[in-house]
C-alpha cells in the first residue's frame, strides 16, 4: 500500500496535498505498525506459547471481521462499470503472490531438508 501510494503521488494524484509525507501518512495502512511490532516482539520472545496462541486466535478473529466488514460495503454495480482490467490487475497480482511464495516455501524446504 505504501508503494502504492507513493507511485500515485509521483505521478501526480498528490498535487492538491501540500505535505507529501502528510499524504503518505494518511494512506499508509496503520495496522502495519501494529503487525510488525507485534513480530518483532515475538521473535525477541516476549510473548510465551500461550500468549502467542492467543495472539494468532485474535489475528484470525480480525481477518474475518475485517472481511464481514468489506461485504456490506461492496456495491456489485460500481464493480461492473469498471469493467474487466482491474479484475485481471488483481488476479494477476493474486497468481503472480503466490507463485513467489511457492517458490519461496519450496526453496527454504530444500534448504533445509539439506
Not at 39 to 50: I, P, V
Amino acid at each position: 500500500m505504501l508503494g502504492f501510494a507513493i507511485y500515485f503521488a509521483s505521478r501526480g494524484g498528490a498535487r492538491q496535498a501540500e505535505h507529501k509525507a502528510a499524504f503518505l501518512w494518511h494512506k499508509f495502512p496503520k495496522f502495519v505498525l501494529g503487525f510488525l511490532l507485534i513480530s518483532l516482539l515475538a521473535t525477541a520472545g516476549f510473548f510465551n506459547k500461550d500468549q502467542l496462541g492467543d495472539l494468532d486466535n485474535l489475528a484470525r478473529w480480525a481477518f474475518l471481521l475485517t472481511f464481514a466488514g468489506v461485504g456490506p460495503r461492496t456495491n456489485f454495480r460500481q464493480l461492473r462499470a469498471q469493467g474487466v482490467r482491474p479484475l485481471l490487475v488483481g488476479a494477476i497480482g493474486e497468481i503472480a503472490i503466490a507463485t513467489i511464495t511457492l517458490v519461496l516455501v519450496v526453496g527454504a524446504a530444500r534448504v533445509h531438508n539439506r
